[in-house]
């Protein structure tokens, strides 16, 4: 059964302090790796897929990066707007599974000024 | 906008009772698919339709059910409520299913 981890549940940063989330997968075949970003009572809003070992994407202060069982969110010099819950998911290459996305518990980020 | 409408946005109801969340894909999306959210739980699939058809099930209870009209938008009816179906429900839509989807604001189901 896939199995996606993120870690760590919750992450406090200072304003400009830069770090990184973590999220582990298993799953037979990978597809695809998502990052969403969720504010509180909205829907997951998209950020990155990554498709392959050694992919790199970069959205503002956000990088995104895929090993054969990880991911990291780079978050650089963040600002209490990148405060929200960041979520990881992949999606199986095949299967009955086909287009269904498993989700990771998220990480809680908070920015403080 | 994500160009995704879920409506309602908030429902409360009570324990037996029976509601229908519906769902509008963007436009020219083909796949629908529907999520819970609870705060135990994280966001969890529950099932896929595509152009009309399921193509994927995921933990969806027997006591809830969806389809895909002609048109593409979708609903999911959820039957003899219990206080744990109190959830947010999101339903999202994508192309074909083979990349991310987009989600939209979610139905936040309050059953009391």
């Known amino acids: 059964e896939d199995q996606v981890t993120q870690s760590p549940e919750a992450l406090r940063l200072q304003e400009g302090e830069s770090s990184s989330l973590n999220c582990s997968y298993t799953?037979?075949?990978?597809?695809?790796l998502f990052w969403y970003r969720q504010d509180p009572g909205k829907g997951p809003e998209f950020l990155f897929t990554?498709?392959?070992a050694g992919e790199e994407k970069e959205k503002e202060r956000l990088k995104a990066t895929l090993t054969k069982k990880e991911s990291f969110l780079h978050i650089t010099a963040p600002k209490p707007e990148d405060s929200a819950t960041y979520l990881c998911a992949v999606h199986q290459k095949r299967g009955t599974s086909y287009g269904k996305l498993t989700f990771g518990q998220g990480t809680i980020l908070t920015v403080h000024p | 906008d994500s160009g995704v409408t879920q409506t309602p946005k908030h429902l409360i109801t009570a324990t037996g009772q029976r509601v229908t969340l519906r769902c509008s894909p963007r436009s020219g999306d083909l796949s629908v698919y529907w999520y819970q959210q609870s705060l135990d739980q994280g966001l969890q699939f529950l099932i896929q339709?595509?152009?009309?058809?399921?193509?994927a099930k995921g933990n969806i209870l027997e006591r809830f059910s969806a389809q895909q009209f002609p048109d593409l938008h979708s609903e999911l009816n959820l039957s003899s409520l219990e206080l744990g179906d109190s959830a947010l429900y999101f339903c999202a839509s994508s192309v074909d299913g083979n990349y991310g989807y987009t989600f939209g604001s979610g139905t936040r189901l309050t059953v009391v």
């Open positions: 799953v037979s075949g990978l597809r695809g």
């Open positions: 990554l498709y392959s």
């Open positions: 339709y595509y152009n009309g058809e399921e193509r």
